[in-house]
């Protein structure tokens, strides 16, 4: 009588990036040959990924819903699950801050309003996405950046967002929405560190460019 081997899975840390590809995407639904071309489009930059659109994604036959889950997962991947400090490591600057900034969320293409929430050390606690599109829109407001203060029971915060049309410098619109936000931080008791404006090369801190405080 002879007894089979029972085939292992790999663990993720023992599959080639195509393997790893195939797996992720095939529990979302695609087929082998979806599969395929959407790997051999991105195999040589994987990190272009997450600049891709619904859009795009139909385009490689993909139903809408699919295109939804997929974009998700990216999404959950490539802007959500940043390479966040350890608690041992304390935000010193606004330089510190904009480097990890700017990597995050320099290169996209869509604007994403970001709140960072650090302890009484500057230590990271949390880091909320808060609403992706425009700032200048009114979604786009202190109360909702403050909740999560409350809630993470946070010292301070920084606030960021991209301009993805590139150019770090601030709009009025960029100019009113700090200010409000710093008289909101003042009456809470939550200290507003700084807002950055990041893109692809550079940065602009407010902290480092004009005064945060009356």
Same mark, same amino acid.
């Given at each position: 009588m002879y007894i089979k081997n029972k085939r292992v899975a790999k663990r993720p840390n023992e599959l080639t990036n195509r393997q790893l590809f195939g797996r992720a995407f095939r529990v979302l639904g695609l087929s082998n040959e979806q599969i395929k071309a959407l790997y051999d489009e991105f195999k040589s930059d994987m990190n272009s990924l997450k600049n891709i659109s619904l859009e795009e994604l139909q385009h490689f036959g993909l139903s809408k819903q699919m295109a939804y889950s997929v974009a998700s997962l990216i999404e959950l991947l490539c802007v959500r699950s940043k390479d966040i400090p350890e608690k041992t490591d304390p935000i %010193?600057? $606004?330089?510190?801050?904009?480097?990890?900034? %700017?990597? $995050?969320?320099?290169?996209l293409n869509q604007e994403h309003l970001v709140a960072i929430y650090l302890d009484t050390q500057n230590r990271i606690i949390a880091e909320k996405v808060i609403f992706i599109g425009s700032v200048r829109r009114s979604v786009a407001e202190p109360r909702e950046i403050l909740h999560y203060g409350v809630k993470y029971m946070a010292t301070s915060l920084v606030v960021t967002h991209n301009h993805p049309s590139g150019g770090a410098y601030p709009s009025r619109n960029d100019v009113a929405f700090t200010d409000k936000l710093r008289r909101s931080c003042k009456d809470l008791g939550i200290e507003f560190l700084d807002h950055i404006i990041v893109c692809k090369s550079e940065y602009y801190s407010f902290r480092e460019e004009m005064e945060l405080v009356d």
């Open positions: %010193m600057s $606004s330089q510190q801050m904009a480097k990890r900034l %700017m990597a $995050s969320y320099g290169d």
